[in-house]
């Protein structure tokens, strides 16, 4: 039995608390959490902030050899046009690079993560990874009907080859409003049981919203440039998560990822169609590529619950949730502490189903304790994590 107190706690109540202890069995499974004036002896005290293991809820962990070889501030069709060209290398040099980057997650104290994959390259490490993994299993075809049913062919022979460790989960999806035809929305759809989580990219960058309002823009000519006309296109005449919702599925965790430039009005219509909605923000990535973040009090003013990506080591750089927590409190300060760490665990467990085990220090959880360092008052500028058990 390991018992720790801290200068700080933060609980499954949302709040932080100083007057505190936790009691878990050497595993690190939760067997209660008590008034630090009863825990007596053989306490272990801590200096810091105690919080449960990060959910890391947006990766692409088969990018992570094409560490800074990406420019950044490009925007993100100049950056998809750069991955798709670069992404080649050797197997051993993908595999070290995999390897390096889960470590980097282990060390900061991540304890599961929503990673997506096209390929195969993650298998072999996550089969048997001591982090809990939501393989999302991406599909685009370019808006093609045409290709809807060989591309669904194509991505479910990657799913059928994954070894799922337990606790893990695996699902087929939709990579973003702009790429997938209605067919193969429709095939993703079928495929998918209710309890799933559903990852979409979404409103990442303005062309987007210009392709689905207009009919016009950088995605027209993204296409042009390797051959595909939009034929059967029709502008919406809306934003472009509108065009998304009819066909994602009111059962499903459906999680919403960047969300750069989603409005109140985008949120709350989601969250009428889709309850069980999530919004991932990969705050240090969107700086990374276009330069600029999602307005987080849009979020907060329509109760939404948000959940914290890393997006890839292309895109990043480095894949550490308390690194995004500090952009988001460096530039838009006024969102609390307290509703930081929610979107860093209990709500990023939520929104991949992990709730049973991880996010919150509740009696029976196994969640990962990490010990955050370094904080004057609420502010997280010098600090560092890691994991404690
Ligand atoms: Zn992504």
């Known amino acids: 039995m390991n018992k720790f107190t801290a200068d700080r706690i933060f609980l499954s109540d949302g709040r932080i608390h100083n007057d505190k202890a936790i009691i878990t069995d050497a595993n690190g499974r939760i067997l209660d959490v008590i008034d630090k004036s009863d825990a007596g002896e053989a306490v272990q005290h801590l200096h810091g902030l105690l919080v449960p293991g990060f959910i890391n809820t947006h990766?692409?962990?088969?990018?992570?050899?094409?560490?800074?070889?990406?420019?950044?501030?490009?925007?993100?069709?100049?950056?998809?046009?750069?991955?798709?060209?670069?992404?080649?290398?050797?197997e051993e040099e993908i595999q070290n690079a995999i390897e390096q980057a889960e470590d980097e997650m282990l060390n900061s104290g991540i304890v599961a993560v929503g990673d997506i994959s096209n390929q195969v390259d993650t298998f072999r490490v996550k089969s048997t990874s001591k982090l809990r993994y939501y393989t999302f299993i991406e599909c685009f075809d370019f808006m093609q009907e045409e290709k809807g049913?060989?591309?669904?062919?194509?991505?479910?022979?990657?799913?059928?080859?994954i070894n799922l460790a337990e606790g893990s989960k695996i699902s087929l999806v939709p990579h973003a409003p702009y790429s997938v035809s209605d067919t193969l929305y429709k095939l993703i759809h079928e495929a998918n049981a209710d309890d799933d989580t559903i990852s979409i990219h979404n409103q990442e960058t303005p062309p987007e919203?210009?392709?689905?309002?207009?009919?016009?823009?950088g995605f027209v000519d993204f296409y042009r440039s390797f051959g595909v006309e939009l034929k059967g296109f029709t502008p919406t005449g809306r934003s472009s998560i509108h065009?998304?919702?009819?066909?994602?599925?009111?059962?499903?965790?459906?999680?919403?990822?960047?969300?750069?430039?989603?409005?109140?009005?985008?949120?709350?219509?989601?969250?009428?169609?889709?309850?069980?909605?999530?919004?991932?923000?990969?705050?240090?990535?969107?700086?990374?590529?276009?330069?600029?973040?999602?307005?987080?009090?849009?979020?907060?003013?329509?109760n939404a619950k948000l959940t914290i990506g890393t997006d890839s080591l292309t895109s990043n750089w480095q894949l550490n949730v308390l690194e995004e927590m500090k952009t988001i409190q460096k530039f838009q300060s006024y969102v609390p502490l307290?509703?930081?760490?929610?979107?860093?665990?209990?709500?990023?467990?939520?929104?991949?189903?992990?709730?049973?085990?991880?996010?919150?220090?509740?009696?029976?959880?196994?969640?990962?304790?990490v010990l955050i360092e370094g904080m004057s008052a609420n502010s997280l500028k010098n600090t560092t994590s890691k994991r404690i058990i």
């Open 243 to 302: 065009s998304a919702l009819p066909h994602l599925n009111p059962k499903n965790r459906n999680l919403f990822v960047h969300n750069t430039l989603t409005t109140e009005e985008d949120i709350r219509a989601t969250q009428n169609v889709l309850p069980n909605t999530f919004w991932a923000t990969c705050a240090n990535a969107n700086l990374y590529i276009e330069n600029r973040l999602p307005n987080y009090q849009n979020f907060l003013n329509t």
């Open 149 to 161: 049913q060989e591309t669904f062919d194509q991505y479910k022979a990657v799913f059928d080859q």
């Open 338 to 369: 307290e509703t930081l760490l929610t979107w860093a665990t209990i709500n990023g467990a939520e929104a991949l189903g992990f709730d049973d085990t991880l996010g919150s220090f509740v009696k029976g959880k196994t969640p990962g304790i």
């Open 209 to 217: 919203n210009e392709l689905f309002f207009t009919g016009s823009g």
């Open 59 to 90: 990766c692409h962990l088969e990018l992570s050899h094409m560490k800074g070889k990406v420019n950044t501030g490009t925007g993100l069709i100049p950056f998809i046009e750069s991955v798709v060209t670069t992404r080649g290398a050797g």
